[in-house]
Nanobody, 124 residues
Framework: QVQLVESGGGLVQAGGSLRLSCAVSGGALSNHAMGWFRQAPGKEREFVATINWNGDITLYANSVKGRFTISRDNGKNMVYLQMNSLKPEDTAVYYC?????????????????WGQGTQVTVSS
């Protein structure tokens, strides 16, 4: 299994932007589809975005569509989540996840590797 480390979280005002990064090690990123999930206090972990092995297929949760963009750089073993027009309801711990195989997936149980998470807080 690959190891994942997220970074880039922080405190931002509503309407602002953040870019999350996920560094992948211990395996070839190109063998994995990747996803971002988030978990707010008192809520279950929810799907945010996913990208296939070469980046030409992406899926987004309806709540972030048009505001968030997932991307990847297989050469650098990095995955990104650009978050624009942030809202207070985006406040959560954001997790990067990897699954063997190239297809996108929105279900967390399909992913075999997870990072520790990075906190994103959006103030109103």
């Amino acid at each position: 299994q690959v190891q994942l480390v997220e970074s880039g979280g922080g405190l931002v005002q509503a309407g602002g932007s953040l870019r999350l990064s996920c560094a992948v090690s211990g395996g070839a990123l190109s063998n994995h589809a990747m996803g971002w999930f988030r978990q707010a206090p008192g809520k279950e972990r929810e799907f945010v975005a996913t990208i296939n092995w070469n980046g030409d297929i992406t899926l987004y949760a309806n709540s972030v569509k048009g505001r968030f963009t997932i991307s990847r750089d297989n050469g650098k073993n990095m995955v990104y989540l650009q978050m624009n027009s942030l809202k207070p309801e985006d406040t959560a711990v954001y997790y990067c996840a990897a699954r063997i195989g190239g297809y996108v997936a929105t279900t967390s149980s399909i992913y075999s590797s997870w990072g520790q998470g990075t906190q994103v807080t959006v103030s109103s």
